[in-house]
């Protein structure tokens, strides 16, 4: 962990930085359920995450501000009529949460054949977007005279 009071001390503005820093450095390791991040345009991305055993009801997904949760929690199912002898599918409950960055939407999700794809847009403002400033061609502008009263 670091302490990242000093920097608070000599910085203006830089709040959120220091935030996600600080929830970087405090999130657990944990890996389930196994994720992929990937770019498909320019501005827009897909989280796929592979969540078997679970369907479109046992799950949730909430964007709040800047954070992207997804939560999973299995109906109780009764006890199968036989007996198990190895059960390596987890059924096991999850959360996970991903940072956005700014102006990045959550455009919509699917499940297929145990996949959860989730459909991610960052889309500036127009007011937020570079634009380019004509250069004037050195006419000079009239100037009214006022006369004295």
């Known amino acids: 962990m ?3 009071t000093p920097l608070y001390r000599s910085s203006v503005g830089f709040d959120r930085l220091f935030q996600l820093l ?7 390791t944990n890996s389930y359920p196994p994720y992929n991040i990937e770019r498909t345009a320019d501005n827009e991305y897909r989280i796929t995450m592979a969540i078997a055993g679970f369907g479109p009801n046992d799950v949730a997904i909430e964007a709040k501000g800047n954070t992207l949760t997804v939560t999973g929690k ?5 006890a199968p009529a036989g007996e198990i002898l190895h059960q390596g599918i987890a059924a096991r ?7 956005l960055a700014d102006h990045v939407e959550v ?3 699917d499940m297929d054949n145990g996949l959860l794809h989730i459909a991610l847009k960052r889309e500036v403002p127009e007011a937020l ?5 004509a250069i004037g061609s050195g006419v000079k502008l009239k100037t009214i005279e006022t006369k004295a009263a």
């Open 22 to 28: 600080d929830e970087a450095a405090a999130s657990e």
């Open 2 to 4: 670091f302490d990242f």
């Open 74 to 78: 299995k109906a109780e199912k009764p």
């Open 129 to 133: 977007k570079p634009r380019q400033i």
């Open 93 to 99: 409950g999850f959360e996970r949460r991903f940072q």
């Open 107 to 109: 455009k919509g999700a």
